[in-house]
Each structure stands twice: as C-alpha cells, then as structure tokens.
C-alpha cells in the first residue's frame, strides 16, 4: 500500500506488550481530543475520543489520558497485535464543530 | 470499508492544470470535510461543508473551492496547480450528531508533475 513517508516518531512494541502512544496539544480552548489510526493505504479511522472535562475514558482494549495542566495526551493499547502497526494521529477540535486539527503521527510498529 | 467513497484514487498531472476530486459520503450524513495530507504539512483540514453549506473554512488556498450538491456528494477543484500542490486528499463525512467520529474515504493520490 501507500505511505505518506513522513518523518514520524516511531515506537516498536513486542507482540502482546502494552504501548503508549504520546501527544502534546496545542489549544487549551479545545473541547474534545480524539485518537485516529491510519494504516498503510487507508484514511485515518476513529479509535476513541475524550471531552475536556474528563481524563480517561477506556474503550475495548485502549484507553486515553488526558492531562490539560502540561497539554498532554495519551493513547493506551493494551496487548498490542501486528493489527496495531499503522501511525496514529491525535486530533483536537472544538465545540463548534468539525474541524479536526491533527498532530504530527507516530507509527507504531508491532513485532511477532 | 468506511461507507466514504473517492474518486479517482490516483491523478497525475501537469503544473497549471485543473482537475477535480469527488467524493460520496457515508449513506445519512450531512457532513463532508475535505483534508490535504502532504509530506511536509501532515494533515491539515481544508474545508467543511453541512447540507449544501460551507460550515468551516480551513488552511484552504484560494486556487482550491469546494460545493457539496444536493445529494450529499462533494466536490474539490484544484486550479493552477503547483508541484506543491501534490499530496493525498482525503475527504470524510459525519453524522451531524457526532463531528468527533468522522469517517474517512481512501483518498486520491495527486501527483502534480
């Protein structure tokens, strides 16, 4: 498939580890934070988003951190499959709806 | 398979030129957004278009406009184009109760030569 062939962070994870993805936002006026994945040759997909106004939410098999005191954001995997390995995309935007600003991407790569 | 629909999947063509991407939302939404990922810029929000209407306005340049017709579909006409101007454009829809979850089509692939 295609990449985009960005010069991204990469994490490398053994199979069945736990990863932590990381993300630093940039506008404390933003009301939700989303986590999209991206697989080679594919358009982002939806993971799991989070309202301002909370600091984890858990969804099946990840869960997300937020810290709004240092503008930080987390995604967790639990147990991590070759499934995973695709860069991941955080993503801020507000009430008024729509407009997705995404972060830099990390790719994660999941060894067997 | 996201419900999102995009042609054509690859484009090349020359600097100057004009051409035009379409894309088909998701069965009931109302949303259409369109994105530009490049290597250097990431992924950038171009524009946001709800039943027919501009709703939001993005990075996008003034040789780039966009219209969603009244079947939902969407249009992104890029003119006088750039070596720049070469990147994946992608476009996605949501529906109008959850702008966070958007569901992103395959995109096409411009290649300006």
């Known amino acids: 498939g295609e990449s985009v062939g960005l010069h991204l962070p990469t994490l490398s994870v053994q199979e069945g580890d736990n990863s932590i993805i990381n993300c630093a936002y940039s506008?404390?006026?933003?009301?939700?934070f989303i986590w999209y994945k991206q697989e080679s040759g594919k358009g982002p997909q939806f993971i799991i988003d989070i309202r301002s106004n909370m600091d984890k939410r858990q969804g099946q098999r990840v869960t997300v951190l937020l810290n709004k005191t240092v503008k930080h954001l987390s995604l967790q995997i639990a147990a991590t499959q070759p499934g995973d390995s695709a860069v991941y995309f955080c993503?801020?935007?507000?009430?008024?709806?729509?407009?997705?600003?995404f972060g830099q991407g990390t790719e994660l790569s999941v060894k067997p | 398979d996201s419900g999102v629909t995009q042609t054509p999947k690859h484009l090349i063509t020359a600097t100057g030129q004009r051409v035009t991407l379409r894309c088909s939302p998701r069965s009931g939404d109302l949303s259409v957004y369109w994105y530009q990922q490049s290597l250097d810029q990431g992924l950038q929000f171009l524009i946001q278009y709800y039943n027919g209407e501009e709703r939001a306005k993005g990075n996008i340049l003034e040789r780039f406009s966009a219209q969603q017709f009244p079947d939902l579909h969407s249009e992104l006409n890029l003119s006088s184009l750039e070596l720049g101007d070469s990147a994946l454009y992608f476009c996605a829809s949501s529906p109008a109760s959850s702008y966070n979850e958007q569901f992103f089509g395959p995109g096409t692939r411009l290649t300006v030569l």
């Open positions: 993503a801020e935007t507000t009430n008024q709806g729509g407009k997705l600003i």
């Open positions: 506008n404390s006026a933003s009301d939700y």
